[in-house]
């Protein structure tokens, strides 16, 4: 039997492979390699999208976190809160800026960051809060907002997520667009969304090695632009995503209903029932927690089912983050987690016979 893929990049290829090799040949054939006009115009749509206002483009998704955190004037002597468990990036980019990271632990529901533990976390050298829409579902943003510093929301798993129709809440974002994101492209790519224009173009200089125009240096920036070819990519899957989200949040539902009732398995909780009306999860990952979660994800892998893990290690447990003094038990909401999650087959695409197949392998492990 035909395995069941954890994401399969190939489908969504298929449905904008026309556009995009028709855009291709566009830029091939003007040689407008960087900073091409589909990056502007990707950029616009992006922005329009997320109602943000701005959107500038730039390589990847770490580079935005970092470029975001430098335009909000993060450096050395500063902190950044942020959650414990998170792809290692969110944590990289706050040191890559200068600053310290200063962890806190998952609010053990949604394992999203603990709203009272970032609170006890802001002092006096707070230069930003970075939530994580981890999964692909909206921290609840208003008792961070409240805080007093800047939020940067990591927002690489959550394109498309609304919250009233919003999709931006604090004064910046960075997403990534990595192949396997919701929005993906062909190779590295990210992006940097904000209401604020003076914010927006000090990332734009720093994107571009501190220029706006050729060879006048304001300040001392980076090589981190979005490619033209990448930015044909993404505007061709900019015009499913919305689409795309319902069909995930369609495979949410069916899973919900597939996996009730099977012993030692916890599901991640359904969305909706605020103001949000279930736009608040972009189901970037299907997430689900099991004891023994090695063995049975061993189990489903012999079977044709292949799973993931995000994230088997928490940040404070990896070995470059030792020198913040961390050890096991500082964080231990996101430590028991990181041994019980599960990511199953989620991808737009998925079939309810794929995922009808998840769920009898699962029935039958934990039956
Ligand atoms: C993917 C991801 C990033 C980093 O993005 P890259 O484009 O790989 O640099 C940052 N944070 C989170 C939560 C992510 O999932």
Not at 264 to 279: A, I, K, R, Y
């Amino acid at each position: 039997m035909a395995e069941v893929p954890f994401v399969d990049l190939a489908a969504a290829h298929a449905e904008v492979e026309r556009e995009v090799l028709d855009g291709f040949q566009r830029v091939l054939a003007s040689t407008a390699f960087v900073q091409g006009d589909d990056v502007r115009e990707f950029e616009e749509e992006y922005a329009r999208f997320t109602g943000a206002g701005h959107c500038v483009g730039v390589a990847n998704g770490t580079d935005a976190l970092e470029l975001a955190l430098r335009a909000l004037g993060t450096g050395p002597g500063a902190e950044v809160v942020l959650p414990a468990n998170t792809f290692v990036a969110t944590a990289e980019a706050v040191v890559r800026a200068g600053a310290r990271p200063v962890l806190v632990d998952a609010e053990p529901g949604d394992l999203l960051i603990d709203p009272e533990r970032a609170a006890a976390a802001v002092g006096p050298s707070t230069a930003a809060i970075v939530p994580v829409h981890l999964y692909g579902r909206l921290v609840p943003m208003d008792p961070l907002l409240d805080l007093g510093p800047p939020v940067l929301e990591d927002a690489a798993q959550s394109q498309g997520a609304l919250h009233d129709g919003q999709g931006l809440f604090g004064a910046v974002a960075a997403t990534s667009f990595y192949p396997g994101k919701n929005l993906g492209a062909y190779g590295d790519a990210g992006a940097v969304v904000t209401g604020s224009a003076e914010l927006a173009r000090t990332v734009r200089l720093l994107r571009d090695h501190g220029s706006e125009r050729k060879y006048r240096h304001e300040i001392v920036g980076f090589n981190s632009r979005l490619d033209t070819l990448q930015a044909v990519v993404l505007r061709a899957k900019l015009r499913r995503l919305a689409r795309w989200n319902d069909l995930r949040r369609a495979a949410a539902a069916r899973y919900a209903e597939l996996l009730d009732g099977v012993p030692g398995l916890v599901l991640p909780s359904p969305p909706g029932t605020g103001p949000g009306g279930g736009q608040e999860h972009v189901w970037h990952l299907y997430v689900v927690r099991v004891p023994a979660r090695d063995e049975v994800a061993g189990r489903l892998g012999d079977m044709g089912v292949r799973c993931g893990v995000h994230y088997p290690v928490p940040v404070h447990l990896q070995r470059a983050f030792r020198y913040l003094g961390h050890g096991p038990g500082d964080f231990p909401v996101a430590e028991r987690a990181a041994g019980e999650i599960l990511s199953l087959p989620m991808f737009p695409q998925i079939t309810a016979a794929q995922q009808e197949r998840v769920a009898a392998a699962l029935h039958k492990i934990l039956g």
